[in-house]
């Protein structure tokens, strides 16, 4: 009788098994999280009863780990080795490495030590190392098995970024589907990208039947938006990565194990609500643990917004929501996804730009910034320099036109051959460079106005190009206008690489949408922000990286920025600490994420807004930037539960039907209202307005607070830092813990001094301080932020 390979295979190690089972047992109690391991072996060894090493291998490590059920497709090793070295890499849990050490003829087993590459930067700016293991990215096993939706214009299947090597089985919780369609098979998804959907039921009611040509009927991405922002959250780690030459490393997402799940909402038309709900309800019924979803619009009751709707639902059911502030900014009022239940993710930058200087005839050298790949400008030659608003319109087009390089707008004879000026706003940063080289231009400069005020984009241009600041645009208008006849402007642009290192950093980019809250001024907005600018993520191959139709150039990656690059950021961030902090709810993950930001450069300064130069706003950055070491081990949480965010919506003076809209269950607000006010919401942060009435009293407001222990015990205790014109005072003045789990409250009160002169009509004025409970190792910091009102009149 012929016994089963499997069979023999274990009847042969039985014996080796039951001899070491008090080794095995001795080291079960370590962590069960897997790591690389390399194992050097005895070339001679191999019993008789195998046809190759790679069977013993194999063998020795499924019998040894007593489970198939984690192995990636394929088997457990990763590679065999049988020249320089004899042996094989595996990835094992501790236990079964130990284990290994008493097996005949293993010599060694060697943790893995990988040495370091230059990386596309924003895991390393926010300290995720992946050898050896930040904290978070180990005590998560780097995000696996966590779904991550993301709400987008789709994915691009076959990415590197995607791959499933060496992860185990789709989760069993998923639920969800793989939806083909127009280049879209169903064998697109994999152990990566685990599920995809698209819905654009909407856009077609509204806009009607999509043009087939131009957009497809599948989940497959034709814009690059969802699958850049995707690969921001749980790309895989890709080696060699770079865009045009620039950002060479390695590119990771930031849950490089996490699965994705792909919902395609948005089409050339946009991205409508009825498509967005349509997402949410699916994803929550497939199973997801986080929704990221770039995507923004006005702002709206809740009660008449989408997103915030979907959301409710989704936090409700354990997932987390996060979504970008959006690009509205630096004014004010210009944050949106404002609701108390999402996440809202604002911009800033890291330390690495993509310098490209101009250089005048006068020797001067502006600052700018650029992607391009060439060709470049010949080498030492200095270009006629020619601002379209004065000097390279068509007769037709009026200065303003020519001024912002639109379609059509300049004069071939005016601008051949030379540097062109184009003033940014309006249409495409890189849609102007396309309109300057139709006209024959060589090369563009785009200059910021006034409201860009210094904020930079570094985009992949099709022509030799470069962005510059709103003072050096001036510098540069004044500079050609005051060419005398004969000698006319001229200048280049240098083209410098990459650069790292740079300081300061991170600075709020200039983008990015500031407060106050629209909706509920006292519910700070943005909660934080995240890497934005100028970032190296997947890309389709079939478009263009300047991402538009003239540019038929292919690239695996593209630099993008964008809160909708900061936003996928924080999922995939928040990924990694629900994997290792399964119980936290989605309210007490933000907690740990706001609470734990920074507000202090990389040059130890305050960290400042890219637009003004100056040191940036509660308003600008809400509690700070995010640091996913901290937000690992907070200490403390802000828990928020379902019934509290019902509590909220009744202080915002709702409806019983408006409430219902959001919540879905019949409500009495009586006891809400009775309880406190809109800033009772046990929210990380504090806010409060005040309108001036000319009178002398103090203006006065208090908040309870309710704080969780996730760490243990510890005796916390305030440390103060007033709204200046403010006084703030805490009850009690220690908060003593003794466990995990055990939730004490405070009171915060706030005495806000009138203002001693006069303000003008309708104008406001903004203090922020901050009250951060410590016990010695834990820093739990939240911003105060006093607003005070004039009347209208």
């Known amino acids: ?4 390979t499997a069979t023999l295979l274990l009847l042969l190690l039985l014996p080796l098994l039951h001899l070491h089972s008090h080794a095995i047992a001795s080291v079960s109690s370590s962590s069960d999280k897997k790591h690389t391991y390399i194992i050097r072996v005895d070339r001679d060894a191999k019993p008789s009863i195998f046809p190759t090493h790679t069977h013993w291998y194999e063998s020795t490590i499924l019998s040894l780990s007593q489970t198939t059920a984690t192995w990636p497709q394929g088997g457990p090793l990763i590679h065999t080795y049988s020249s320089v070295f004899h042996g094989f890499s595996a990835r094992l849990t501790p236990s079964t490495a130990q284990a290994l050490h008493s097996v005949p003829g293993i010599v060694a087993v060697i943790p893995e030590r990988v040495r370091q590459l230059a990386t596309t930067r924003s895991p390393r700016f926010l300290g995720l190392l992946s050898s ?5 990215l180990a005590d998560s096993d780097f995000g696996s098995d966590l779904v991550i939706a993301v709400i987008d214009t789709g994915i691009s299947p076959g990415h590197r970024s995607f791959a499933d090597r060496g992860l185990g089985p789709v989760p069993t919780k998923w639920k969800g589907a793989c939806v083909s369609g127009a280049g879209f098979p169903a064998s697109s998804c994999n152990r990566k990208l685990v599920g995809a959907r698209f819905f654009s039921g909407g856009y077609e009611a509204t806009s009607g039947r999509m043009n087939e040509s131009a957009e497809v009927r599948s989940p497959r991405d034709t814009d690059g938006h969802g699958t850049h922002t995707a690969s921001i959250a749980a790309g895989r780690y890709v080696f060699p990565a770079a865009t045009l030459g620039y950002a060479r490393g390695v590119a990771s997402g930031m849950a490089p194990k996490a699965r994705l799940a792909a919902y395609k909402v948005c089409w050339t038309g946009g991205c409508f609500d009825s498509d967005i709900l349509a997402a949410f309800d699916s994803a929550v019924s497939d199973g997801v643990d986080v929704v990221s979803l770039s995507v923004g619009g006005v702002v709206v009751p809740y009660y008449l917004d989408a997103i915030a709707i979907g959301a409710f639902s989704a936090t409700e059911a354990g997932i987390f929501v996060s979504a970008s502030a959006g690009n509205g900014g630096p004014g004010g009022l210009t944050v949106t996804n404002v609701a108390p239940w999402v996440a809202t993710v604002g911009a800033g930058s890291m330390d690495r730009d993509f310098p490209a200087d101009v250089k005048l005839g006068d020797g001067r050298i502006l600052p700018g910034v650029s992607v391009y790949g060439g060709p470049n400008l010949e080498p030492g030659k200095l270009y006629q320099l020619v601002y379209a608003g004065s000097g390279g319109g068509t007769s037709a087009a009026d200065g303003y036109s020519s001024s912002l390089c639109l379609e059509g707008s300049l004069d071939p004879t005016l ?10 706003g309006v249409n495409p940063r890189a849609g ?5 080289r139709k006209a024959g231009g060589i090369g563009m400069i785009l200059a910021n106005g006034v409201f860009d005020g210094e904020g930079l984009v570094a985009d992949c241009h099709v022509i030799p190009a470069t962005a510059v600041g709103a003072a050096a645009g001036d510098k540069l208008r004044k500079y050609i206008a005051s060419a005398k006849p004969g000698s006319p402007p001229t ?12 300081h300061p950093a991170p600075v709020v980019a200039a983008f990015s949408a500031r407060g106050p809250n629209p909706q509920s001024p006292d519910i700070l907005k943005p909660d934080l922000i995240a890497p934005g600018l100028n ?11 300047a991402g538009i139709p003239a540019d038929t150039r292919h690239t695996e990656f593209n630099i993008l920025s964008g809160t909708s690059m900061a936003c996928p950021h924080v999922s995939g961030l928040v990924a990694l600490l629900k994997a290792a902090h399964p119980a936290w709810t989605p309210a007490a993950i933000k907690s740990a994420l706001m609470t734990t930001a920074y507000v202090r450069d990389n040059a130890n300064g305050s960290i400042v807004d890219e637009s003004t130069g100056s040191a940036a706003g509660v308003f600008d950055l809400g509690s700070g930037h995010v640091d996913p070491q901290r937000a690992m081990n907070p200490g403390l949480v802000y828990d928020i539960s379902v019934l509290d965010y019902v509590n909220f919506l009744c202080n915002l003076n709702y409806t019983q039907q ?7 269950r019949p409500l009495n607000c009586n006891s809400a209202r009775r309880a406190g006010h809109v800033g009772s919401l046990n929210y990380p942060s504090f806010g409060s307005s005040f309108m001036v009435d000319g009178g002398k009293e103090k203006f006065k407001a208090h908040f309870v607070r309710t704080v969780t222990s996730v760490s243990g015990a510890g005796v916390y205790k305030p440390v103060i830092m007033a709204p200046e014109g403010s006084t703030v005072k805490v009850e009690p003045m220690q908060l003593v813990f003794r466990r995990i789990g055990q939730k004490l409250s405070y009171v915060l009160r706030l005495e806000v001094d009138q203002p001693t002169a006069k303000m003008e009509p309708g104008s406001s004025t903004v203090k922020s301080g901050t009250v951060t409970w410590n016990d010695g190792r834990h820093y739990v910091s939240s911003p105060i932020v006093v607003t005070i009102q004039a009347p209208l009149g």
């Open 1 to 4: 009788m012929k016994i089963p």
């Open 132 to 136: 050896p293991p930040s904290a978070i």
């Open 415 to 424: 601008v051949k051959g030379k540097i062109v000026v184009c003033d940014r």
């Open 432 to 436: 102007k460079g396309e309109v300057v």
């Open 491 to 502: 200048g280049t642009i240098l083209f410098r690489g990459t650069r790292l290192g740079v």
């Open 535 to 545: 970032i190296l993520a997947a890309w389709p191959r079939g478009v263009g990286p």
């Open 658 to 664: 408006n409430i219902r809209t959001i919540t879905r």
